[in-house]
């Protein structure tokens, strides 16, 4: 079994940074594809970014690319989201999950563990 746990959520101007971590345990994460996923109110669950166990691979969504960053430290079980030129649109929860087979998805139906989601608020 994977506990995750994300830290590093807040309230932050449009155009700041904040640097998302989600530090598993009850199990090493590092031969798990991990991704990251965010629910602004009112609105479902939408994919955010993922990387392959080994950090190589990474994928994100177009409204997020080129300015959120995914990477992992296997050594201290942890996965980042690096999240820079913040938009009031990023506020959401942000969770983390890992995903216990091969290969990296977008899909979160292909996740098998979650934490329990850090909020994201980004002021105007």
């Known amino acids: 079994q994977v506990q995750l746990v994300e830290s590093g959520g807040g309230l932050v101007q449009a155009g700041g940074s904040l640097r998302l971590s989600c530090a598993g345990s009850?199990?090493?994460?590092?031969?798990?594809?991990m991704g990251w996923f965010r629910q602004a109110p009112g609105k479902d669950r939408e994919f955010a970014a993922a990387i392959s166990w080994s950090g190589i691979s990474t994928y994100y969504a177009d409204s997020v690319k080129g300015r959120f960053i995914i990477y992992r430290d296997n050594g201290k079980n942890t996965v980042y989201l690096q999240m820079n030129s913040l938009k009031p649109e990023d506020t959401a929860v942000y969770y983390c999950?890992?995903?216990?087979?091969?290969?990296?998805?977008?899909?979160?139906?292909?996740?098998?563990?979650w934490g329990q989601g850090t909020q994201v608020t980004v002021s105007s």
């Open positions: 009850g199990r090493t994460i590092s031969a798990y594809a």
């Open positions: 999950a890992a995903r216990g087979r091969a290969g990296v998805s977008r899909s979160e139906d292909d996740y098998d563990y």
